[in-house]
C-alpha cells in the first residue's frame, strides 16, 4: 500500500452488541432485518493484534461488543469431525475443548481458531448444532464419549 492510498478507518465501537443467544442489537435495539444480521453474522472477525472483535462489510469496520462468543457452532458433521460456523467457516471438532456456558443455560461452547489467540476463542452451539453433537455421544464402562470420525473420542466432565 503507498502512502496515498487510504487505510482502513480506525476501528472503534458503533454500538453493536452481539449477546450469547445470537442477537445482535445496535445502542439497545434489535437488528430484525433478516439480511442485515446475516451479514453481520458472516462478517464477525478477530483481530489479534487488537484482540478485539469487529464486523467488516466492504471498507467498513467497527468494533462489536461481545457478550460471550463471537462465533457460534451453526452444524456439526461427525463423520468427518467438523464444525460449521456462523462465519461460514469450518473447524476440526475438539472435543475435549467442550464444556458448559457459564450462562447456566445449558448450551455448550468449545474452542475454535486457535491460530487467532492463545488458547483459542469460544464458540457457542445454537440449539440444533448442540442435538446434531449430542446424537454422536455413547455411554460406555469409561463414561461418555464421542463418536467423531468413526472414532470414540471421550468428554469432558460436563
Known sequence: MSESEPGPPPLRSFGLVLH????????????????LRAAFERSVRYLP???VYVVQLGRFR????????GFFVR???LARGVLRLSDGSEE????ASLRLSPSGDGALLCTVKRALAPGGLPARFDRGAQ????????????????RVADALRPLPSL
Do not use: C, M, S, W
Open 49 to 51: 493484534a487488537e484482540r
Open 131 to 146: 442435538a446434531e453433537l449430542l446424537l454422536g455421544v455413547e455411554e460406555g464402562t469409561g463414561g461418555l464419549r464421542l
Open 75 to 77: 452444524g456439526v458433521d
Open 20 to 35: 450469547r443467544d445470537g442477537r445482535f442489537t445496535h445502542e439497545g435495539v434489535p437488528i430484525r432485518n433478516k439480511k
Open 92 to 95: 476440526a471438532l475438539e472435543p
Open 62 to 69: 467497527g468494533v462489536v461488543d461481545v457478550e460471550e462468543a
